[in-house]
């Protein structure tokens, strides 16, 4: 099968990430939706930047683990239009259980965490990524590879998909008509996803389409103003601090908590905010807190 060269789409649009950071940093402080927090901003791009350089690193071994496992595919799915739209929406159906596991168990939340460790929705909060997560989270696009999709086929629907996420982290965008709101992801599902109201926890998942949140129960609509953040917030701008103080803390609780190994090991496993001693709080309690809340309000 002949394998046509495709460029690498997230180097490409490094200037347009840069050009359009600017304009909306320009429209926000112009229109006075708040104040646009620059030193925010700059980490975020430098984290972006980061993860950019490890990125490097990290495609050859993922594409490496694609080859190899791709020698056991159980069919050979050609470059051809319909297997690209079969992807699309095969890709975006793993991306949506890669991201909810993201924020259900810690060993993926110690990485995904970083994207949410900003208390400001702009732009720049989308290049906030992780500078360790490509080393693992690759494991649940390997199914597809298992399929017969080709793994640069894959590569290249993942960076489709990291490139629509873009333009959804903005305040600027209100709710699009009522059909695309139904389909795909917008600035305000995603709004709803970076937000701590207890309402909003560990909703929208999506990648480029919302039905998946809608099918499997995680959906939520904006209704109030969404607050951004963590539950506890990291409170600094040190990149380096941000993109491993969580697998420090998750370390920390495997090797110092005083109960057994088992119950230990659960700490990779269990949702943030899980302790063994049923002290911790998760964000599943928040929310039905505020259900109750509702309940009681009505």
Known sequence: MEIPEIPNLIHYAIPVFVITVIIEAILTVKIKLEDYEFKDAITSITMGLGNVAIGLFTKLLILAAFYWLYQFRLFTIPFTWWAWL??????????????????????????HVVHHSSQKYNLSTALRQTWTGSFYTFIFWLPLIIIGFHPVMVLVQMSISLLYQYWIHTE????????????????????VHHATNPQYLDRNHAGIFIIWDKLFGTFEPEVEKPVYGLVKNIETYNPVKIAFIEWYNMLKDVFKSKTSLSKRMQYFLKPPGWRHDGSGILSTDLRKEWEENKKREQ
């Open 86 to 111: 079969i992807l699309l929406f095969a890709e975006d159906f793993v991306y949506y259980w890669n991201h909810r596991i993201a924020h259900e168990s810690r060993l993926f939340w110690a990485s």
């Open 172 to 191: 600027l965008i209100d709710k699009l008509p009522k059909w695309f709101e139904a389909v795909f992801n917008t600035p305000s599902h995603h709004r």
